[in-house]
């Protein structure tokens, strides 16, 4: 009877060991990589609006990403022409090939406010990890090379030292929004987004512009002209206009982010 229970008790342990080793593949397969760890650490999108005008005509303030590649001149005459003020974050890589396109943005300083969008459209992310697909910058050292670069362009190119940074995807760590709030920049959110990475079909545009109230702030992209979102950002601008809404530039008016990203 001892026997039978020491035999038993043996089995019982072999079995704990071989399951608590880690799970082999089947003999020829090929090598797989080792499971990367599960980050605790969130990744938050931070919003943003502009004081609200109350009584009177809404205030939007819209805000455009111009990231790389070309500029869509649909967006671009719109606002000239229609006197229709907007704050484009730009990245050094967007004006290393537009320069037409900054020309005008620099010709009228009355509309255009011009921020920091990155150096090479990174998102400012301080842990390994992808946004969309999109590597981030990995490391602290990484982010504040994104955000600094990104400012030595635009002064090297006749801009004004820059105030607010947005970077690529609009998504931080919260130790990230802190380096770069330590750097001297707010950390620019919104709270509609109009065109989702210039994704969306015109229509569908315009039912996110048509969506903003008193106080929001509209994201979107002016770096697409071949995209049909553009086509639905300048009809939206217009749309809003027809409404009788306020714009204004971020520089313009108190504004509020949440995640600590402004005050």
């Known amino acids: 009877m001892k026997r039978l229970f020491l035999t038993s008790m043996l089995l019982f342990a072999a079995k704990l060991a071989f399951a608590a080793q880690p799970e082999q593949p089947p003999a020829g397969w090929p090598q797989l990589p080792p499971k990367a760890p599960v980050s605790k650490i969130k990744l938050v999108e931070p919003h943003l609006h502009v004081d609200r005008a109350g009584k009177g005509a809404p205030r939007i303030a819209l805000t455009f990403d111009a990231c790389m590649g070309k500029t869509d001149p649909r967006i ?12 484009i974050f730009v990245t ?18 009355d509309l255009f406010e011009l921020e920091n969008h990155g ?10 990890a992808k946004v969309y697909g999109i590597a981030a910058a990995g490391s ?13 362009a635009m002064i090297a190119a006749g801009i ?9 995807t609009a998504k931080y760590t919260p130790a990230a929004i802190m380096q770069i709030r330590g750097m001297g920049y707010r950390i620019a959110g919104y709270s509609v987004n109009g ?11 315009e039912k996110q512009y048509a969506s903003a109230k ?21 009809a939206s601008i217009l749309a809003l ?12 008016i108190p504004e509020k982010g949440d995640d600590d990203t402004t005050n």
Do not use: Y
Request: without cysteine; glycine residues 8%.
């Open 119 to 128: 150096q090479n459209h990174i998102p400012a992310v301080d842990i390994p």
């Open 140 to 152: 602290p050292q990484a982010v504040a090379q994104e955000v600094k670069g990104g400012a030595d």
């Open 214 to 234: 008193d106080g929001d702030v509209i994201i979107s992209h002016i770096n697409q002209p071949t995209h049909a979102a553009g086509e639905g950002v300048a």
């Open 160 to 168: 004004a030292q820059p105030h607010w940074f947005r970077g690529a």
């Open 92 to 109: 050094a890589r967007w004006l290393r090939t537009n320069p037409d396109a900054l020309k005008v943005f620099l010709a009228h300083p």
């Open 195 to 205: 065109d989702s990475g210039s994704l969306l079909p015109a229509k569908m545009v």
């Open 76 to 87: 671009l005459s719109t606002l000239v022409d229609q006197r229709i003020p907007a704050t």
């Open 241 to 252: 206009k027809a409404r009788g809404v306020d714009f204004v530039r971020l520089q313009d």
